[in-house]
């Protein structure tokens, strides 16, 4: 019986920069959307966050943990992200938009978890729906991209 070899993963942006590009401005735009709607740039980072932890994205983790804390989150805070519905750390339009990234990130039980969403659309504005959405839309993406490439997480 002969060994298989492990192939080294294909660097998806490296292989094809100008789609890994695409996905940048958009994620920029996302931003841009979520601050004109009146979204904290904490939320922002905190729903980053929060889909990143559902998707297992070492890579995303380390980096919007990095942005959330140099932006003046709580470390306290952080530490109870996962178990936001448990805890009082997080105020009413805070707890909408991690529900409705949560509803966008498991999106295959969308039908049991639909209460999620109306959840969020009664605290949110229409504008703060689109905006949550597509942020967790391009941090999706961005996950995919870096697990399905392997990028490395080493200590810094």
Not at 5 to 24: S, W
Not at 109 to 126: C, E, I, K, R, V
Request: charged residues 20%.
């Amino acid at each position: 019986m002969t060994a298989t070899a492990i192939l080294p993963r294909t660097d998806v942006g490296a292989q094809h920069p100008e789609l890994y590009k695409t996905i940048n401005s958009a994620a920029l735009r996302a931003d841009r959307a979520a601050l004109g709607e009146e979204l904290s740039p904490l939320l922002i980072e905190l729903v980053k966050i929060r889909a990143s932890q559902i998707n297992g994205c070492a890579f995303c983790l380390r980096i919007h943990t990095k942005d959330s804390l140099a932006k003046g989150e709580s470390p306290e805070r952080l530490s109870v992200l996962p178990a936001w519905r448990e805890s009082l750390y997080f105020d009413d339009q805070e707890r909408a938009a991690l529900a409705l990234c949560e509803y966008i990130t498991l999106i295959q039980d969308s039908h049991t978890n639909a209460g999620w969403y109306q959840s969020a659309a009664g605290q949110l504005t229409p504008g703060q729906v689109s905006a949550v959405t597509w942020l967790t839309m391009t941090i999706n993406t961005y996950n995919r991209i870096a697990i399905s490439s392997a990028y490395a997480v080493k200590p810094e």
